[in-house]
């Protein structure tokens, strides 16, 4: 991976009601933390996009290494696609736990919309209005075809076959090269198992998030090798 460019998102996203309250998920960002480490290990170049309470990588090479922060789904959506349209970028890797809802209006006690500036009374609890949110991951492909996709599906009280159906499907849509599935217990603990499927389907089982990390990296690793050595055998 020396002089590679990979972007990485990490965490949780925060969508705001005013300026001070906001729904979030219990994301920490630290699978995301951990493949940042182990890419930059590797001489690539890292864009580290972290939700607000999310882990930051930690590194000696900080020229290597740039932080930004992200807000809701929505700035996420804007930031990724303004860095994977106009840069170079060689992988991208989706750990960040999306938002499923986005406010869509907020309502006080006597029906009036409530405005999300400043912050709203405590004395008028509002009626919050939430829309679907829009999944970033399968939107990575259309604005750069090239890049190879790590994505990430996580799911509750499903059992692993379940889990692995449907990180399959997400697989799918999203046209990902990898996919990670785990269960809300990772949540929790970084000893929860993960599973790497790649395109044929094929499965890696993982005991914990610091043996994903480290596999995922190979694997990618692996698919870089492989592309530039197909590269060079067609220019000839």
Known sequence: MLNKNVLITSGGCLEKWDN???????????????????????????????????????????QRLKLESFEGIIDLQEKMKNIISNKKVDVVIMAAAGSDWIVDK?????????????????????????????????????????????????????DKATLLDRAKLRMNTSDADFMVANSSK???????????????????????????????????????LQKELFHTKSSK
Not at 26 to 43: D, F, H, Y
Not at 193 to 220: G, L, R
Request: hydrophobic share 35%.
């Open 20 to 62: 001070v309250r906001g729904h979030t998920n219990l994301a920490k960002g630290t699978i995301g933390k951990m493949i940042a480490e182990e890419v930059l290990s590797k001489g690539a170049n890292v864009t580290y996009l972290h939700g607000y309470f999310a882990a930051k990588p930690n590194t000696k090479d900080s």
């Open 106 to 158: 907020m309502i006080g006690q006597d029906g009036k919309v409530l405005s999300q500036q400043g912050k709203i009374s405590s004395d008028n609890p509002p009626i919050i209005h939430f829309k679907k949110a829009p999944k970033v991951l399968k939107q990575i492909k259309e604005w750069n075809q090239n890049v190879i996709l790590v994505g990430f599906k996580l799911e509750s009280n499903a």
């Open 186 to 224: 990772s949540l929790y603990s970084t000893m929860a198992p993960h599973y790497i499927i790649n395109h044929n389907h094929e499965i890696y089982e993982c005991p914990s998030k610091e043996e994903t990390a480290k596999k995922i990296v190979q694997f990618i690793d692996q698919l870089l």
